[in-house]
């Protein structure tokens, strides 16, 4: 399997079809990571949600 990096504003423009109050991912200094253990869920679930 492929491994990616986001970019800043990559994880910007996923965060935004979320609520403010509960990001996807959350930036940490130069790294990113999960909001929650659920991410995958949710990101799947807003995916279907907008018709991907």
Known sequence: MEK???TLEEIEIVNSVFPDDRPLFIVDGHEFKAASSDWKERLKAKA???GY
């Open 4 to 6: 990616y990096t986001l």
């Open 48 to 50: 279907i949600e907008l």
